[in-house]
């Protein structure tokens, strides 16, 4: 079997956003040998950051497909069991894929929350009108029902919830969201920031429920007609969308006995617990950290592709700087360092809300120096400021001035 070398295989399985771009770094370095994707859906991989532009019909979903160099794409061909150490896969149609390396880029699914009515009386998949929003054919099914939907309830308030439910405001579709946590996005936003955003919500005509729990999908002879929350409230609704965060796609890798532990276990060169195995993206688990978010799942995919393609044998991942952008359907934010400036003392805040223009910052600072950031609406002044967290060096002259660069002219 060539380890090395023009007649090398190596194997991706996924076809999500870390295997097309491990695909498209691993080729265009010239590494040897041929790469195939094996892609459980229909499709070519597109960007996911990107599906809630194409539900509001800003994007057609051609428009979000992702580059594989001159890799082999195989679309709808699932892979059902690898073996490590006869260094086969396994797929869906019984055939048997022989590799000399194998990349496992198989993401995360949608977690479903612990409440009733969610699935159909049969047990078979989801209630009529509850969906989520995972993929384009999710996307499809979802701007296909808001045609004739009247309201809408988004249950969770972080990046995707928000996300989806601006997305379903701008297809007219009434919608609120549900959110356990006292602010929306609270693990990059702080209170005021959520405050802001929530504004700038309702302005779109979204309306948030904080601090409240659904407890149960309500369901008519047809199809969902409301969420029940904790408190007894009953939201009237003819469309579900559940976002609820993710949990990484481990079943062939624990089925194939490779460490597992919330993701697929990797160390800084990114192997997976066997030889000639590796794992990136959302199903991998690397100190601790399952990222779930995009930049973490390339810087994972151009170290891999450095080390496997001996452009740099010794190309090591040791962690991603924080998104220093995030978008959240078509409103941008950025956050980084400490933000809350409650969990340790000797921290001074500087802030700028701009209810108005639904904008939002805040420097958090130790003495001289920037500690943390939150810009929301306007990220003018970004990078400046991204440069003086990084280089953690004393800042000159009053920190004001780095506030108000990255103010609105
Ligand atoms: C609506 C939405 C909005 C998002 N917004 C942001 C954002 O603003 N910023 C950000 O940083 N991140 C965002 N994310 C998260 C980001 O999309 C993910 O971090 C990223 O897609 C991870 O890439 P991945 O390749 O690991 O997983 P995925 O992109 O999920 O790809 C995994 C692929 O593997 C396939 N697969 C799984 N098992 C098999 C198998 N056995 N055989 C073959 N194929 C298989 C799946 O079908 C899927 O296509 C968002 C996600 C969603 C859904």
Redesign the pocket.
């Known amino acids: 079997m060539a380890d090395t070398g023009a007649d090398r295989r190596i194997a991706v ?9 491990f695909a498209e770094r691993y080729t265009a370095l010239g590494g040897p040998g041929t790469v195939t994707v ?4 229909a499709r070519t ?8 532009e194409v ?1 509001a019909g800003r994007y057609d979903p051609e428009a979000i497909a992702l580059p594989l160099g001159t890799a082999r794409l195989r679309t709808g ?4 069991a690898v073996d490590p150490a006869a260094r086969t896969l396994a ?2 149609d019984g055939a048997v894929e022989p590799w000399d390396d194998l990349v496992l ?4 699914n ?1 977690v479903l929350p612990p409440i009733g009515g969610l699935r159909r009386p049969d047990g078979r998949g989801l209630a009529e009108g509850v969906h989520t ?3 384009l054919d ?2 499809a099914r979802l701007a296909e029902q808001a045609v004739t939907a009247r309201r809408a309830v988004v249950i969770g308030g972080g ?2 919830g928000v ?2 439910a601006r997305a379903l405001a701008a297809l007219g579709v009434r919608t609120e969201i549900v959110h356990q946590a006292p602010h929306l996005i609270e693990r990059q936003l702080d209170a005021e920031a959520g405050a802001v955003l929530r504004e700038r919500l309702s302005a779109l005509g979204v309306g948030t429920y904080c601090r409240n729990r659904a407890r149960a999908v309500a369901t008519g002879p047809d199809r969902v007609t409301g969420v029940r929350l904790a408190n007894g409230h009953l939201l009237d609704c003819d469309l579900v969308v559940l ?1 609820c965060g ?1 949990r990484p ?1 481990t ?2 890798a624990h089925a194939a006995g490779l460490p597992v532990a919330t993701g697929v276990l990797v160390d800084d060169r990114l192997a997976a617990g066997a030889p000639h195995v590796s794992a ?5 688990e690397h100190r601790g950290t399952v ?7 390339w810087d994972q ?1 151009d170290v891999l592709a450095l080390r496997l393609s001996g452009a740099d044998p010794g190309a090591r991942y040791t962690g991603s700087r924080p ?1 220093s952008r ?3 359907g078509g409103l941008e934010y950025a956050a980084f360092g400490a933000v809350d400036e409650t969990l340790d003392e000797g921290l001074d805040v500087l802030r700028l809300t701009d209810a108005t223009r639904g904008s939002y910052k805040k420097l958090v600072l130790r003495g001289d120096r920037l500690v943390g950031a939150i810009l929301l609406g306007d990220l003018a002044g970004l990078d400046a400021l991204t440069d003086a967290w990084e280089r953690d060096d004393p800042l000159t002259g009053h920190p004001l001035h780095l506030l108000t660069a990255a103010a609105p002219s």
Do not use: K, Q, W
């Open positions: 399985v996924g076809g999500g956003m870390a295997a097309a771009r094996y892609a459980a859906e991989p597109y960007s996911r950051v990107l599906l809630a539900l061909c699932e892979a059902v797929l869906a880029a198989t993401g995360a949608p929003l995972r993929s999710d996307c990046v995707l996300s989806a976002a993710t796609r079943a062939l990136i993206g959302d199903c991998a990222h779930g978010l995009a930049v973490p799942a995919a998104p995030l978008s959240v």
